[in-house]
C-alpha cells in the first residue's frame, strides 16, 4: 500500500505559477512511476504529467507542456508539478497517482493508489 497526499493547491491569477506536491507513505517510493492527472467540473479525468522511478524521464500531455515541469525527490518521497503561465482552463482538481508497471503509462487505469486530490483554480 501507499498513500499519497497532495498538497500546494489554491487560487491564482492567470500567468501565475503554483507547484503541487505530493508525499508518499507505505512501500517503498521509488518502486513506483508516479503521475499527476486533473479533473475539471463536468469533465472526465485527464492525464496531466507521469515521471519514471528514477526521474530520468517525464512526459506531459500537449496542453501543459512547456508551462509545467514534473519531478521527484526520491530521499523525501514526494513527487512535485511546477506550474507556471497558468490559465483558467488550468482550473481542476489536482490527483497525484503511483503506478507499478515497469514502463511509466499515461492511462489512469494503470495507476494502483491516488491521492484524495488538490483544488487548482486560476482567475481570468
Known amino acids: 500500500q501507499v498513500q499519497l497526499v497532495e498538497s500546494g493547491g489554491g487560487l491564482v491569477q492567470a500567468g501565475g505559477s503554483l507547484r503541487l506536491s505530493c508525499a508518499a507513505s507505505?512501500?517503498?517510493?521509488?518502486?513506483?512511476?508516479m503521475g499527476w492527472f486533473r479533473q475539471a467540473p463536468g469533465k472526465e479525468r485527464e492525464f496531466v504529467a507521469a515521471?519514471?522511478?528514477?526521474?530520468?524521464?517525464?512526459y506531459y500531455a500537449d496542453s501543459v507542456k512547456g508551462r509545467f515541469t514534473i519531478s521527484r525527490d526520491n530521499a523525501k518521497n514526494t513527487v512535485y508539478l511546477q506550474m507556471s503561465s497558468l490559465k483558467p482552463e488550468d482550473t481542476a482538481v489536482y490527483y497525484c497517482?503511483?503506478?507499478?508497471?515497469?514502463?511509466?503509462?499515461?492511462?489512469?487505469?494503470?495507476?494502483?493508489?491516488w491521492g484524495q486530490g488538490t483544488q487548482v483554480t486560476v482567475s481570468p
Open positions: 497517482a503511483a503506478d507499478r508497471s515497469p514502463l511509466v503509462v499515461v492511462a489512469e487505469s494503470a495507476y494502483d493508489y
Open positions: 507505505g512501500r517503498t517510493f521509488s518502486g513506483y512511476n
Open positions: 515521471i519514471n522511478r528514477s526521474g530520468s524521464s517525464t
